[in-house]
């Protein structure tokens, strides 16, 4: 006879096998982990937990290895500097000292949303679990300068934080493309945080800034003949200036912790439908390719006025919904020059998260939906090759605004080395959509994985690979059709007509010492262009961060 087991907030459920005496919940550990043992999501029947919230983890998968900065909790003292520039998630503690999250938010509700649907089994969410941020390290654990660390410690308790960092990304073409060779660009990034609430005495403010430099040329136009889709994260759009002004805005937690709102200039997508480990490959960061060519979604390093409201409405779900103003990527390239942006339109997304965490290793889940609309009408794409004064008279002709979807999933598969979001191997995927009528590349969608401890004595290294897969609107491959058709060229950087591209990345990211991340990268493009006249180009290089 099946016995019932209780699960807080959850129907009974019925199980064919009696309940077993239940392991307690781990104590947090600090022992060194052993390289040679991974925790997996799908252990044998025979060992399944009952109820995986009650179960503590496996202690293979949560012994830390002995160069994180993460303490044994799982949970990092934030404000840090050797967080990536991402603010999706709060940074700063709650105005409640009471709270009984510091980090992230706590819930309208007590209760969990779609997770309380899961079997016991699997549904592991505890308070406690919401506590440590999604994130992905800049560079390496710790720091380049070790001696300044007293330094950093004394003015973070103060209200002050900081970053320094270089990245510098070398990509060489080696087969296929338009013209062999090497491409070199780099970035550097000064980051700091102002707690107003230590400094002033502003409960819950803090206010972000960010300026950066970038140099270089990027592998993708001249060399491999690509003119929509970045082939190196670090690409233009910094305005060839010593300091281009990123972030400059002010953050509030209030609501006993409840509601989170940032409000200045910022880029979307370090907001907005983006992951860790999306950032992690180089082409999809800081977001999708098909959300980035968007004015809407301000893609970094350009920003924009506006503002972010942030909620939980159970423990497992959070909201966050935005209003900002749009203008052309190519205005303000310095990012001080406030007041030379044309203001064309309003952009407003709005983003849904569940976060599951499964089975007794808490393997943590986000399930992203968004949406977003831009008031900006756009001139039809169709007349983006065919002359306009022709485009105008064919019927359908007409400028509209911009929608934006995207489903975005990542999963943990295992855990090893920590009790932290990115102590695991992850699956992910992902799809987007944008108007045909304005965009250039209208569907995108990719899938992959990003794992660690893939090579023993390497825990926290990390292996990814990324397939994505681009396809051009149907309103810039017709316009093409018709000039085609006219007898009217395509322009220099249209080889043919436009279709679809895919490619294919992969790299290993190498903590190699304190303050210094080394990844080799390798990329296929097939179809560069989206056409079939560029043969299939093979890339290959490294990147390098390195963390003050």
């Known amino acids: 006879m099946g016995v019932l087991a209780l699960k807080t907030g959850v129907a009974s459920v019925a199980h064919a096998v009696p309940i077993t005496a239940q392991t307690p919940v781990a104590p947090v550990s600090d022992t060194i982990i052993s390289p040679n043992s991974k925790a997996r999501a799908n252990p044998p029947m025979s060992t399944r937990p009952v109820d995986a919230e009650a179960m503590g983890p496996e202690p293979s998968a949560i012994r830390r290895p002995p160069n994180t900065p993460i303490p044994p909790s799982g949970v990092p003292e934030l404000p840090s500097s050797g967080f990536a520039t991402m603010d999706f998630t709060p940074l700063m503690p709650s105005e409640d000292k009471k709270s009984p999250h510091q980090i992230e938010l706590d819930a309208l509700l007590p209760s969990e949303g779609p ?72 970035e550097l990034t000064l980051q700091a945080i102002f707690d107003l609430q230590k400094m002033a005495g502003l409960n819950g403010w803090s206010v972000h800034t960010l300026v950066m430099e970038r140099a270089g040329k990027a592998i993708q136009n001249g060399r491999v003949g690509e003119y929509y889709v970045a082939l190196q994260e670090v690409y233009s759009l910094s305005g060839n200036v010593a300091a281009h002004l990123v972030d400059f805005y002010a953050e509030k937690k209030m609501m006993q912790n409840r509601l989170d709102l940032i409000f200045g200039r910022m880029s979307l997508t370090h907001v907005f439908a983006t992951s860790p480990l999306l950032c992690s490959f180089m082409v999809t960061c800081s977001a999708p390719v098909g959300l980035k060519q968007n004015p809407a979604m301000s893609v970094y390093p350009k920003a924009t006025w506006g503002g972010r409201l942030r909620f939980r409405p159970t423990r497992d779900t959070a909201v966050q919904v935005g209003a900002y103003s749009v203008s052309a ?51 039809d794409k169709i007349s983006s090759v065919y002359p306009k004064k022709l485009a105008d008279h ?95 060229p395509l322009g220099s950087s249209i080889h043919g007509i436009q279709n679809n591209s895919h490619i294919i990345e992969a790299y290993y990211g190498i903590d190699a010492f304190p303050g210094i991340l080394i990844q080799p990268e390798f990329q296929y493009m097939i179809h560069p262009g989206e056409t079939h006249r560029i043969p299939n180009a093979v890339m290959a290089g490294l990147k390098l961060i390195a963390n003050l």
Not at 431 to 451: E, W
Not at 461 to 473: I, K, N
């Open 115 to 186: 997770s309380g649907l899961l079997p016991p089994r699997l549904d592991a969410l505890r308070d406690t679990d919401l506590n440590d941020p999604y994130y992905v390290p800049t560079a390496g654990a710790g720091h380049l300068l070790r001696a300044i660390d007293p330094m950093r410690e004394w003015l973070r308790k103060r209200g002050f934080t900081f970053s320094f960092s270089y990245k510098g990304e070398a990509m060489g073409l080696m087969s296929g493309g338009l013209e062999k060779g090497m491409s070199y660009v780099h």
């Open 394 to 488: 064919l019927q359908g002709t007409r400028s509209a605004p911009a929608d934006m979807m995207w489903v975005e999933a990542d999963q943990m598969m295992y855990r090893l080395g920590g009790r932290n979001m990115m102590a695991g191997g992850y699956l992910m995927a992902g799809y987007v959509h944008t108007t045909p009528h304005v965009a250039n590349i209208s569907d995108q969608a990719y899938g992959g994985f990003s794992m660690v401890g893939m090579i023993p004595g390497r825990i926290t290294d990390r292996f990814g690979v990324l397939y994505s897969w681009y396809h051009v609107s149907q309103r810039r491959r017709l316009s093409q059709e018709l000039a085609q058709e006219a007898g009217l």
């Open 329 to 379: 990527l190519t205005d303000n390239p310095s990012g001080w020059s406030w007041g030379a942006e044309n203001t064309t339109g309003l952009s407003l997304p709005i983003e849904f998260t569940w976060q599951p965490f499964l089975t007794r290793n808490r393997l943590p889940g986000h399930y992203v939906i968004g949406y977003a609309h831009d008031t900006t009408r756009y001139a």
